[in-house]
């Protein structure tokens, strides 16, 4: 950047017509990846079409200066909520009974279903027993995130080697007395595999054991899978045991970050993800979740995106999905990619075994394609590439096939190369080092966390991020 911000605060006329200002920010955007080019498989969920775009910045900036915080003062709050909701229910096959809250995120939600879970089982069990929460091994983190911040013991059980889903026996094992909530995922992140939701669903209902079905990648995009004549089990609430659910519209609703919808199958449910406080001076503090204050902006940009595709829209939206996914899916295996689980979701997970992956992620880097080397798990799952496949991918998916190709023939280029020696030869400081200077990408740290033990990974993790901020 040129200059600092401070040199730049906006004097007299119009702070948005400073060419200044303007210039700066342009110059900060540079520092970001593109959202729009369509080379990110990941983070972000875009359609290629500008009209969308569109559409949600003009609902987004209209109500950004509203505050959910008091619903009864800003009443659009509850209008756009109680239309998501709606809109939802439906996808998902809830009843009249089902009702919902908005979030800010898949990971809010999450955490929402999680507090609704324990505070329930308080209200049946009392105070003593430690609330459980158990999950699949490859169940998104925020789930143990709850579960660290709201004191519940997490219970998490394998996934099968053969078809990468929760291992259902093995979770059955897991359930006892002390459960307040099991969790599965429609897809999972990682190998965009559909757990068993049914079978879990059926036999947690004998129990009365809540299920939270974290549909935040799916829940927008499975039931048009369905509609597009896909195979898809059953994953919502026709599975009758299904207590939860949580969805994001930020993710294949297409709307701008801050938008995630968590339905609960009953009100009594709902009530537990509620906080009140009548003993406080000031006005009665309601809040449906975690955040107190909050923009309306990101509710009107989901609820108008919504509008504006409405279920046709989706549908042909993820038309292009399917048809991107399966001619990445095909490329790539002409090129000795295999899917390292079944290819179920609008997440593909490929593993190789004749290629170098980390020099193969790094390379397509430096071509400006971004997607994630995935672990690997001894006996379980090979290293892997991730891509979450959306709607613009199909425009740019012969392209990503032919820099494969290439990336996958040419040798590691200097700058790969030196970091794969380093890590091989277990020069981790040095490695270290590059980190903290933002040098090394999230590729080869996936590599060097594995030489570390998990303790001490996370309080680097910790003291790097620290660094960066600084
Ligand atoms: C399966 C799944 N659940 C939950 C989340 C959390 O969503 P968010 O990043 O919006 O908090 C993600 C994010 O990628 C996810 O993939």
Redo the contacts with the bound molecule.
Sequence with gaps: MARGCEEHAPTKGSALSSPDLEGLLNEVAKLDQDPYSGRLF?YVYETGDKRIREVANRALLKFYDRNALDFTVFKSAVYFERELVKFARELLHGDEDVLGTYSY??????MLAVKAARDYFRKVRGMQVVPELVIPSS??P?FEKAAEYMGLRVRKVPISAVDKKADTEKLKEAVGDSTALVAA?A???PYGTIDPIKDIADFLKDKHTLFHV?A???GYILPFFEMSGERVDAFDFRAEGVTSM?L?A??YGYAP?GS?LLLFRNPELKKECTYVNVSWPSYTFVNTTLLSSRSVGPMAAAWAVQSYLGKAGYLRLAGQVLSARNRIRDGLGGLGFKPTAPVESSILSLCNEEADLLVFVLAMKMKGWHFELQRRIEGLVPYNIHMTITPVHDAVAQSFVEDSQESLKSPAPRQVAETVRKLSEGRLEELLDLVKRGEVDSASIVKMLEAIPEETARELAKEIVNGMFK
């Design positions: 990941t995120g898949g990971t809010e939600s999450i169940a998104h925020s995922s897809p999972n992140f974290d935040c990648v799916g949580s994001d930020h993710k970050k995630s």
